[in-house]
């Protein structure tokens, strides 16, 4: 379901950042969720605070687990070229 529409921000993906040990201030940030409108704030709260009462950190604990790679830094994303030269006149 998504959950920010905004940003287009399910509560799959909420979730798998949450799983991975993210308060809601740091997938607030990294995702851009709650941060238009703000509409689905308190949406976006309630899945995080599910996924961090249902103590499915398992993976985290885990030494032999491999990290997860969340997302790509804003200047290697195809929607903020950094690379080209302004266009403004």
Do not use: Y
Not at 5 to 20: G, L, P
């Amino acid at each position: 379901m998504i959950v920010c529409v905004c940003r287009r921000v399910s509560d799959r993906e909420i979730a798998r950042h949450a799983h991975a040990g993210m308060s809601f201030d740091e997938i607030q940030f990294e995702l851009g969720v709650a941060t238009q409108c703000g509409r689905c704030e308190s949406c976006a709260r309630d899945v995080v605070d599910k996924c961090c009462s249902s103590g499915t950190h398992a993976a985290i604990h885990n030494e032999s687990a491999k990290p997860v790679q969340l997302a790509t830094s804003i200047l290697e994303s195809k929607a903020w070229p950094s690379s080209q030269p302004s266009l403004a006149v």
